[in-house]
């Protein structure tokens, strides 16, 4: 894979207009939230070792997983509401994030799990710079919805090592119905490439667990096994073989409480998930993981087969 030539220019100087996801929703988030539910402060909902990610992050240790509120996509099937508006966590500094992460190392996980932080970009990068400072070497994954703009992947060079990278949706009219997102491929398509080019393909340690490169997530939805394949299709033509590690999830849930319509409203079949499974083997997309049946359930531990 090439070098990436594009400038690194991040297109707001802080927080006063921002423009760190493609939202570009310029909030002055001083004053008030912005779209995706974040303020000025830094509020973190969750931060613990969390053993139900991929076996090669999750480990025997797990992850130390940092859930930041809000989210930039915000999701009508989103599991977590209360994380993803931006209301639920705790408010700390830049220097409490840092000793947040060095706390997770010190219970010996295996990296540092960064779940939806693109609205805090400047604030992570910062107390990772302290983390480190103080002893932080974990590999540092940025798990993410994909709605990311070039300028934020890029001012992440050499800050994250490993993208857990959901591609949600193909169709426009898809991700406009269902995260009010017509431009959702388009934008997670260029952000994923430049990720898999700036991390390399992806690179595991003795133990098995990935050092670095993208982790590509399709979550099969009910009644939209087309557009998985479509995503599947689009992975297999742009990206390198071996390039990235695919991992099929079925376990949709209906979230609690919300009256969705259907078919969002049951889980993934079996002869759905079935014929994503077998469509990526069709295009040798053979690098990765699928989900057993019993994944699904909010709260269950879903276990990852390769
Ligand atoms: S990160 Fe949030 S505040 Fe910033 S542009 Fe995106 S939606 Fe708006």
């Not at 670095?212 to 009910?222: D, K, T």
């Not at 009644?223 to 079925?250: I, K, N, Q, W, Y």
């Amino acid at each position: 894979m090439g070098n990436i030539t594009m400038p690194l220019q991040m297109e707001t100087p802080g927080r006063n207009a921002c423009a760190l996801c493609p939202r570009r929703c310029g909030a002055n988030r001083r004053l008030a939230a912005g779209r995706c539910g974040a303020r000025a402060e830094i509020r973190v909902a969750h931060a613990a070792p969390h053993l139900w990610e991929e076996p090669c992050i999750s480990g025997v240790n797990g992850s130390g997983a940092v859930f930041f509120s809000g989210c930039p996509l915000g999701c009508v099937f989103c599991q977590n509401h209360a994380i993803s508006r931006g209301g639920a966590g705790r408010v700390v500094t830049r220097q409490g994030l840092a000793s947040l992460f060095l706390g997770l190392q010190a219970q010996g996980v295996h990296n540092l799990n960064l779940v939806t932080a693109t609205p805090y970009l400047h604030d992570v990068r910062a107390a990772l710079a302290k983390a480190r400072a103080g002893g932080l070497a974990l590999p540092v994954v940025w798990n993410t919805g994909g709605y990311e703009t070039p300028q934020t992947v890029l001012a992440l060079r050499g800050e994250a090592d490993i993208w857990l990278f959901d591609l949600k949706f193909h169709a426009p009219v898809l991700s406009a119905r269902l995260a009010n997102a017509p431009d959702y491929f388009g934008v997670a398509a260029r952000a994923l490439a430049l990720a898999c080019a700036q991390t390399g393909p992806p690179v595991f340690g003795p133990n098995g667990l990935l050092q670095s490169g993208v982790v590509v997530r399709i979550l099969v939805l009910p009644g939209h096994r087309g557009d998985a394949v479509r995503l599947l299709e689009h992975l297999a033509g742009t990206l390198p073989p071996g390039g990235f590690m695919l991992s099929l999830m079925r376990q949709y849930t209906p979230p609690n409480g919300a009256a969705l319509p259907p078919p969002l409203h049951r889980r993934v079949s079996s002869y759905e998930y079935r014929a994503v499974v077998q469509a990526a083997q069709r295009l040798g997309l053979h690098s990765g993981y699928t989900q057993g049946k019993n994944s699904v359930g909010e709260g269950y531990v879903p276990p990852f087969e390769i």
